[in-house]
């Protein structure tokens, strides 16, 4: 199975950019890579994914490397409210049309005032 | 409001004694799914469901049921509880399972469950 490597935990200042980065060097093709991200005391929730090329949304943006075996998530301006576990997951296919997100242990982000 | 209800959010019961956590969500979605959350071991799969009447094992099914009658319930079961089920269950949903490569999985808030 594909995995993920995250640092376990990382630290940044508020309103500076935060880059989480995510090695999966046994990516497949038709893996997409997700990130979710867990408040204290919430369920996870869905922050990004992409392919191939680098996206951007309101909350984040996800660099893809060229030869996609590794990803950055970049939050551009970390806030209180931005500290959380943060998952990088690739979505596998595993058969019959279907996929399947495998959670890893995550990143935890501090983030000082 | 979107979203995915678990109830109870906090239950402490003993071993043995059978219990139900309710999963509903109102958003028309075909795939369901629970997790436990456990430290140091993340969230692990322990039974989903593609669409109603097909549900499948994940990757920690042992001493767990589901049933997927309907489209918006996938209640989990524990028929007889031991101490090391204390966890905190999450459930999620999507769409469709056919989007789960491109598509969001929404969790509900979470139920910790503690098994004397």
């Known amino acids: 199975d594909a995995k993920t490597t995250q640092p376990n935990s990382m630290e940044s200042n508020e309103e500076e950019p935060v880059h989480l980065p995510c090695n999966h060097s046994?990516?497949?093709?038709?893996?997409?890579i997700h990130w979710y991200r867990q408040l204290p005391s919430q369920g996870p929730e869905y922050v990004i994914h992409g392919l191939t090329s680098n996206v951007n949304n309101r909350m984040a943006s996800l660099a893809i490397a060229e030869d996609r075996k590794s990803s950055t998530l970049i939050l551009h301006r970390a806030t209180l409210r931005d500290a959380a576990v943060y998952y990088c997951?690739?979505?596998?296919?595993?058969?019959?049309?279907?996929?399947?997100?495998?959670f890893g242990k995550g990143t935890k982000l501090s983030v000082i005032p | 409001e979107a979203q995915v209800t678990q109830n109870p959010r906090y239950l402490i019961t003993v071993t043995g004694k059978k219990l139900t956590v309710t999963c509903s969500q109102n958003?028309?979605?075909?795939?369901m799914s629970w997790y436990r959350q456990d430290p140091g071991l993340g969230l692990r799969q322990i039974y989903y469901?593609?669409?109603?009447?097909?549900?499948d094992k994940g990757d920690v099914p042992e001493g767990y049921k589901v049933s997927r009658k309907e489209k918006r319930n996938f209640p989990l079961i524990l028929e007889s509880p031991s101490p090391n089920q204390t966890s905190l269950y999450f459930c999620a949903s999507s769409l469709t399972w056919r989007l789960m490569n491109t598509g969001e999985l929404f969790f509900g808030e979470g139920s910790r469950l503690t098994v004397l």
């Open positions: 046994t990516i497949s093709g038709t893996d997409y």
């Open positions: 997951i690739l979505s596998q296919y595993s058969g019959a049309g279907s996929y399947q997100l495998t």
């Open positions: 469901s593609m669409n109603v009447e097909v549900t």
């Open positions: 958003m028309n979605h075909e795939y």
